[in-house]
């Protein structure tokens, strides 16, 4: 990774500067630990939640520019929330501990990232997510 | 040269008498010097077997044959040589006239129903006789040189006898080639007349062992028939036809089963002279129909005893029989199933298939189709897995054996085994998350690193017993206090600590989160609070009804001798009960340090589900193929 000479660490980049991104996962302490990550990643953190009807509410009221979702939100696998965000063109990505079986052929070519996850790379990929939407 | 007396040859009598007469002094001459064709016509009437005579010369010189006797009566024997005309004085005029008429005319004449006073057997009786007159022929043409009759009796008793005797010939080649055993006993001497030789084929014993001694076919009865055949017998004697099954057991020791049909027989008076039979064979028969029975009471064991649907179709693909099951499971009759009865039972969705799968059977020898039948008990359908076999004969396919299983339970378990196999990768995924979170969670505020080990191992075994009781079995929920009593057991005694609340069940989830804030709020409370010193704790929980549905409140309150030293920051128990109670459980959660201990209070609603380990009465029905 390439080294930012003015912060002189990686942790210094702040590739999501002015992004606000959803945070959608069940995991009080996993929830936590990515809003910190992507809050030092520049973020402005939406949620986290793990409720679905809030979830809707915050897609709706707009203005967010990447979403990140876990597929369980206490009630096993669920792809509503997944669904109703594609339908508003809102940029996600999975993060999850279910295999690729369990996705449904509709949703099977959204990104993906499995648990335990790299943050850095959670980061690069909402990046990614937020870049493809601006271009 | 040979020995003129020597012939005629042959041992009948007459050619004996026909060579010992002396022909040297008749006005025929010797036998060598007669005509050619005269001596051929001779040896012919010789060998005849019916009445043959022969006339020889102007004279017509009589000759004849053995058969011939008969009708001559005490004219024979000195009728040989002598002239026909002194012979027969009696019909002589229109003998005579006949004879003369086939010599001048050189043609045969047959003369129709003749009268003639036979003496047969010393008897004289009235006969009647066609005569066939034929001339011989010098040269075979042109004179005559004599002429030779054949005799054809017609009178009714000789006509009657003859047909007798081919009648009972042709009897005789039936019952002799019969494998059945053909038998006839005369009423008079109770004996047997006849019986066939395939009595000694059936019965192992020659017949002459019941020609001599009729009563010797009952010691061949299986004892166990004897008195039931004995009883019947009579009744062939009175009259009627009676037919009887037995059994007979051969001199060697074989067994065999017999049909006798026994019938009377009447004479011309109509009494009863006879008692005829016919015995048949019917061992392989009977072995052949047992064998059949047999099968097919198997088959039918089978059929009916197996959970499959089981049925037949025709080459073309049309139902034409269905077992008891198939009516039991789909309701349909055997009469509502034949032809294309049975697609009522099939979900409409899945007809066009299971007809196309039919086609392709028909082209591709082979049937296999995974189609839903309705239950008619509830209406459910259900995934069955069809397949059949053609039956062929001489290569071509006669008809489809097929049966149906029930795999709605093995798809149900397949979907559910991916659920489980998905499930399971997500709860590994996110333990490991888990684990790591606690890590950096734990290392905030720890200077001692055996302290800090100390605290993060106890967090990981709590997560660890809470793993254990939730796998332990499918679907197991987990009692709270059986939870709380595995958290305190190791450092709280009975007599510091109250207990009480109702039965709760808690689901997966909530004891994930509850295990560890209990174990958080135990370590604490030896560090700090009442189970570190004399005080007492109490935990009283209770089931609340709320807007959203029931919700359990638990309350943890401890009780010290000496005040309570408040930490200073936020620790993992106040992150686990005030941040992620409300987050996880969509609860509530708070601590509240008091200067006498402590009260720890946590609601959430209480509610089923959160996994697929414990599938919910709910569960989607509607597979994907």
């Known amino acids: ?135 | 040269m040979k020995d003129p007396s020597a012939w005629p040859p042959g041992n009948s009598t007459m050619a004996r008498r026909v060579r010992e007469f002396d022909w040297e002094g008749h006005p025929l001459g010797p036998i060598a010097d007669w005509d050619r064709e005269a001596r051929s016509v001779l040896m012919m009437v010789l060998g005849a077997p019916m009445p043959m005579n022969m006339y020889l010369g102007p004279d017509l010189f009589l000759l004849y044959n053995d058969p011939a006797c008969e009708l001559f009566g005490n004219k024979h024997p000195d009728a040989l040589g002598r002239p026909a005309r002194d012979v027969f004085p009696e019909i002589w005029e229109a003998m005579g006239r006949r004879l003369e008429q086939v010599m001048a005319e050189a043609r045969p004449i047959t003369a129709e129903s003749l009268p003639a006073a036979l003496d047969r057997d010393g008897a004289p009786r009235d006969a009647v006789f066609n005569l066939h007159s034929t001339p011989i022929l010098r040269n075979g043409e042109g004179q005559s040189i004599g002429v030779v009759t054949v005799y054809e009796e017609v009178t009714e008793p000789a006509i009657t006898q003859r047909a007798l005797r081919k009648s009972e010939e042709r009897f005789r080649q039936f019952a002799d080639a019969s494998t059945d055993v053909i038998w006839i006993i005369d009423v008079e001497t109770g004996q047997l007349e006849y019986i066939s030789p395939a009595f000694e084929d059936t019965w192992g014993v020659p017949c002459s062992t019941v020609i001599e001694d009729r009563s010797k076919w009952g010691q061949f009865l299986h004892p166990a028939d004897y008195e039931r055949v004995m009883a019947a017998m009579p009744g062939c004697a009175s009259g009627n036809i009676v037919t009887t099954d037995y059994r007979i057991v051969r001199p060697d020791g074989e067994v065999r089963h017999i049909r006798d049909k026994g019938f009377p027989i009447l004479g011309p008076d109509g009494t009863l002279t006879r008692i005829g039979g016919i015995a048949r064979d019917i061992t392989e028969r009977k072995r052949q129909e047992k064998a059949v029975e047999d099968s097919e009471r198997r088959f039918r064991t089978l059929v009916e005893g197996i959970p499959q649907l089981v049925w037949s179709a025709t080459s073309e693909g049309e139902c034409k029989w269905v077992s008891p099951q198939w009516t039991e499971y789909t309701g349909l009759s055997l009469e509502q199933s034949v032809g294309q009865g049975w697609l009522e039972a099939v979900h409409p969705d899945d007809r066009e298939e299971a007809l196309g799968d039919w086609r392709h059977a028909k082209a591709g020898g082979e049937m296999n189709g995974g189609w839903r039948f309705r239950r008619a008990q509830d209406g459910e359908y259900r995934w069955f897995q069809t397949r059949a076999t053609p039956v062929l004969e001489r290569g071509e396919i006669v008809e489809w054996l097929g049966t149906s299983t029930d795999v709605e339970d093995i798809v149900d378990l397949q979907e559910r085994q991916k659920l489980l196999l998905a499930e399971l990768q997500h709860r590994v995924r996110n333990l490991l998350a888990m684990v790591r979170s606690i890590i950096r969670q734990s290392a905030e505020g720890y200077e001692d690193v055996d302290d800090y080990v100390a605290h993060l191992t106890g967090r990981i075994d709590a997560m660890a017993r809470t793993q254990v009781m939730l796998t332990r079995r499918a679907g197991a929920a987990i009692d709270l206090e059986s939870l709380i009593r595995d958290e305190l057991a190791r450092v709280a005694q009975d007599e510091r600590l109250a207990m009480a609340g109702p039965s709760v069940q808690l689901s997966a989830k909530a004891a994930e989160v509850l295990t560890l804030a209990i174990h958080e709020l135990a370590t604490n409370s030896i560090k700090y609070g009442a189970l570190g010193s004399e005080g007492r704790l109490a935990i009283r929980w209770f089931v609340t009804l709320r807007e959203s549905g029931e919700w359990l409140e638990i309350m943890w309150e401890e009780k010290c001798p000496e005040p309570v030293v408040e930490p200073s920051r936020r620790g993992f128990g106040t992150e686990l009960i005030e941040g992620r109670v409300p987050y996880e459980l969509k609860g509530e959660g708070t601590i509240c340090v008091r200067p006498d201990g402590l009260l720890a209070e946590i609601a959430f609603p209480l509610k089923a589900g959160a996994s697929i380990l414990e599938p919910g009465p709910g569960s989607d029905k509607g597979h994907e193929r």
């Not at chain 1, 939406?46 to 707009?62: D, F, I, K, M, Y």
């Not at chain 1, 099977?108 to 870049?131: F, H, N, T």
């Open chain 1, 1 to 135: 990774m390439k080294t930012d000479p003015a912060f002189g660490n990686p942790g210094g980049k702040r590739p999501l500067e002015g992004c606000r991104v959803l945070i959608v996962e069940d995991e009080y302490f996993q929830a936590r630990e990515i809003a910190l990550a992507l809050g030092r990643a520049g973020a402005e953190v939406v949620g986290p939640t793990a409720r679905a009807q809030e979830v809707e509410q915050l897609v709706r009221s707009g203005g967010i520019d990447a979403a990140m979702l876990d597929i369980n939100l206490g009630d096993g696998a669920s792809f509503e929330v997944a669904r109703s965000m594609r339908e508003l063109s809102v940029p996600f990505l999975f993060l999850t501990g279910y295999d690729v079986s369990i996705f449904p052929d509709d949703l099977s070519d959204r990104p993906r990232l499995e648990k335990p996850v790299d943050q850095e790379r959670l980061i690069e990929r909402l990046a990614e997510l937020v870049g493809a939407k601006a271009s």
